[in-house]
């Protein structure tokens, strides 16, 4: 059991994960149309099982403690970004209404961090990783479980995020336990993804190849974006903040001077209605969160070689 | 959690199990979410709502130790994930155990989570006591989910019973030459057993497309027609929706 | 009377270059029953999936009531021939009975509701009317044959090819299924290690070894030639 059940999200923070997945899940629908060939189908329902049955096993990590093996990158890497998200939303799907592992409101949540985060946005770091070490079999691999190291400690963040945004849990010790959790998982996810796809290559090498290319970043634009979208964001989560001593409190213990702190307090001290502020940075999230996709979609990672 | 348990529903007559699968899936969802949306603290909508989904079973005929036998599982998993809300969230001491303070705010949230998390697992539950795969599958489709997804649930179900017998096997052969390793040795055990899955989850997929190719596939997977709603349906899921709908803002909108 | 089934001087290789099949020649008259005998790895399998367009070959001509089998015709000829494979799980891929056997008349452009119906009336055809609503790995393995079985029966095809239908199984379920078959006139072409099955199915068999048609010839015939059957590997199969 791995994904987060029903209960521990606000209702904005479900609305905005959710409006945010819908969205994704559109366009991969839009864009894996474009690739689906006709033999797309039963690979994709092979995949779709995989998934299943692999995310049924479990890995000892030592201390009496095990992990799933989420298989966002593993996805990607085999049948592409978007059918891969659209695969993994279909187990998201399953597993939250029949097998009560992962909510049915926070479907959209879960959606967001395994299939756009773990899944989508895992594929990008593949690619860029790629276009550091250079295309070839072996470096294949390791930029895969490179990458799914990456993404699944973004999932973690992202968990953690949510709960915060939630009022769920304060964020520095959601971030502790959640992220730092998910770090030591992102450990066994890039190994295991690294060596299953170098166990497949030997018997079918055709597989690893068919999708991503080497990327070398984005367009410059697309940093302009990001980053004001990074600066977004972290308005948003203040303005959400029911407890603006929590942010000071992390801020105080990162080394950020009284005074700072001070300063960011005054603007917003009058503000009013914690309901009215966490819905409104769910909106400015959401809106982020848009942002970022977008920039991703028009300036990233968009020739796939399909074999 | 065993997949073969996915086919074991109780098939008794109710009103619920003869209700077409997707007026169960927009009913299930509907209590679900509103439980999910509630705001912390308001207790008397989620009674509210916990009354509704004991209500629904009752009617469905479902007996409560099966459901309380299913929803177990899920259930110590949200008891221990919110546990450390006891003693993370800041408030005034209430009690201690061993070197952690519970705060009485603490105390509120781990109970009003583990209450939305418990209405919500009891309508995710009475759906799947009452709904085979392939109705849940007629209903995806009903609710116009993306085709790609409905294919791919399709086409993997039987692919999964395969491959999870395939990989049972291969795990027992696997750990038969293995006896007596350690954690290390498991792990490279059960790395080859899903590389092995991986292989063959292909190699039969590729399989079923012969198969589909030879029966005319062209391309699109043509589905059998769900069954329809009838007026009385139609009329009582909205009711749902409503009350529903209406609990949680009351809950977000009174003091 | 153009023959319902013809191979000229088809060769065939797999990708990696094993020649699978050399010059086979023959041709099948609509209403024969034909056993396609030999050892594993004789071709047998790569001989069937030519009859519907699985695998194409340049070097040779399939005809399947005359006409030639390629990219163009192979739609119609898919509508001809029936083809049920080997393992009978590969043709049963949906979550129900149901949905399996209607695939053929939902692709043939058949409506859900006409689909549906041609379907129960096969299953009620091969006794499995009961078994609708049931998925694949819940019936037993000479049901799960009769199942792949209808799934091809459903569309009407004028040719049904089998690879090894009788499979693995027990006595029963075999009876039950070469007696249903006897009854068919369609026109079958069964591959098969089963000697006896294909004594009771079929009157004429030709005998593939590696890849190449050793013998054309009334059944009886052949299985009485212990020579012929030392040289293409098939004597064990007769000690069964």
């Known amino acids: ?307 | ?255 | 009377m153009t023959p319902i089934l013809a191979f000229e001087a088809v060769s065939f290789d797999y990708p990696d270059g094993t020649p699978a099949l050399e010059r086979v020649t023959f041709s099948v008259e609509r209403g024969e029953h034909v056993a396609l005998l030999g050892p594993t790895g004789s071709g047998k399998s790569t001989l069937l999936q030519h009859l519907n367009g699985l695998l194409m070959t340049d070097r040779g001509v399939v005809r399947i009531d005359g006409e030639n089998v390629n990219q163009n015709s192979v739609r119609a000829v898919r509508r001809k021939v029936g083809l049920v494979f080997q393992d009978p799980n590969d043709q049963l891929f949906l979550p129900t009975l149901l949905e399996d056997v209607a695939f053929g008349p939902l692709n043939d452009g058949k409506r859900p509701a006409e689909a549906e119906a041609l379907a129960n009336r096969t299953l009620q055809e091969l006794g499995l009317d009961t078994a609708g609503n049931r998925a694949a790995h819940h019936l037993s393995g000479g049901e799960r044959r009769l199942a792949a079985l209808a799934t091809v029966l459903v569309s009407r095809p004028q040719v049904l090819a089998l690879d090894e239908p009788t499979g693995d199984l027990d006595a029963r379920s075999r009876m039950r299924l070469v007696r249903l078959l006897r009854q068919r006139d369609e026109t079958l072409l069964v591959a098969t290690h089963d000697l006896g099955a294909a004594q009771a199915l079929c009157h004429r068999g030709i005998v593939l070894h590696h890849g190449t048609v050793v013998a054309d010839a009334r059944l009886e015939n052949i299985l009485a030639d212990h020579d012929l059957l030392e040289r293409s590997g098939l004597a064990a199969a007769l000690d069964d």
């Open chain 2, 1 to 255: 959690m065993s997949f073969h348990h996915l086919d074991q529903y109780a098939t008794t007559a109710s009103p619920i199990t003869r209700a077409t699968p997707t007026a169960r899936v927009v009913g299930t969802v509907t209590l679900a979410c509103g439980a999910a949306l509630l705001p912390l603290g308001a207790w008397i909508p989620l009674l509210a709502l916990f009354t509704l989904v004991v209500f629904i079973a009752a009617v469905a005929h479902l007996p409560a130790r099966a459901i309380i036998a299913r929803m177990s599982g899920p259930f110590v998993f949200v008891l221990v994930a919110s546990a450390g809300l006891l003693f993370l969230v800041p408030g005034n001491a209430v009690g201690r155990i061993g070197p952690v303070t519970i705060s009485d705010a603490g105390l509120e949230r781990f109970g009003f989570v583990l209450g939305r998390a418990t209405v919500a697992l009891g309508a995710a539950v009475v759906l799947v006591s009452t709904t085979t795969f392939p109705q849940l599958l007629g209903a995806f489709r009903q609710l116009r989910l993306p085709v790609v997804v409905t294919t791919s649930l399709a086409l993997a179900y039987r692919l999964v019973y395969l491959l999870v017998d395939e990989m049972e096997r291969l795990q027992r052969a696997a750990k038969s030459r293995n006896a007596g390793g350690g954690n290390a040795s498991r792990r490279r055990l059960l790395i080859g057993v899903t590389a092995a899955g991986l292989a063959r989850a292909f190699a039969r997929g590729e399989r079923t497309h012969r198969a589909m190719l030879a029966r005319g596939y062209q391309g699109e997977v043509v589905a059998l027609e769900s069954l329809r709603w009838d007026a009385l349906q139609g009329v009582l899921v909205a009711g749902l929706v409503v009350v529903v709908l209406a609990t949680v803002l009351f809950a977000h909108v009174a003091p």
């Open chain 1, 1 to 307: 059991m791995a994904h987060i059940p029903d209960g521990f999200l606000s209702a904005p923070v479900i609305a905005a994960t959710a409006a945010v997945s819908a969205a994704s899940l559109a366009v991969a629908v839009q864009r894996s149309r474009r690739t689906l060939e006709e033999r797309e189908a039963p690979i994709l329902g092979a995949a779709t099982a995989f998934v299943f049955a692999a995310q049924m096993l479990n890995f000892p990590l030592g201390a009496g403690t095990s992990a799933h093996l989420l298989g966002g990158v593993l996805v990607a890497v085999l049948v592409g970004p978007w059918s891969g998200m659209l695969v993994l939303f279909a187990v998201l799907l399953v597993q939250a209404l029949l097998f009560q592992d992962g909510g049915i409101a926070a479907l959209g949540a879960n959606t967001l961090n395994v299939a756009v985060i773990g899944g989508g946005v895992g594929f990008v770091l593949y690619c860029w990783v790629l276009g550091l070490t250079g295309d070839g079999s072996r470096r294949r691999m390791v930029a895969a479980g490179l990458a799914a190291f990456a993404s699944t400690t973004l999932v973690g963040v992202a968990v953690a995020g949510e709960l915060a945004l939630s009022d769920t849990v304060p964020l520095v010790p959601a971030l502790a336990a959640v992220g730092g959790g998910h770090l030591l998982v992102g450990v066994g996810e890039g190994v295991l993804t690294g060596a299953i796809l170098a166990l497949v290559a030997r018997s079918r090498p055709g597989l690893i190849a068919a999708h991503g290319t080497a990327e070398r970043g984005l367009q410059p634009w697309a940093y302009v974006v990001l980053l004001t979208s990074a600066g977004l964001a972290v308005a948003a989560a203040y303005i959400a903040s029911a407890r603006p001593d929590a942010l000071e409190a992390t801020l105080r213990g990162l080394g950020v001077s009284d005074s700072a702190t001070s300063y960011l307090q005054s603007p917003l001290a009058g503000y009013a209605a914690p309901i009215g502020g966490a819905w409104i940075a769910a909106i400015v999230g959401v809106l982020v969160v848009f942002l970022v996709i977008w920039t991703f979609v028009r300036f990233g990672a968009k020739r796939r070689v399909s074999s």
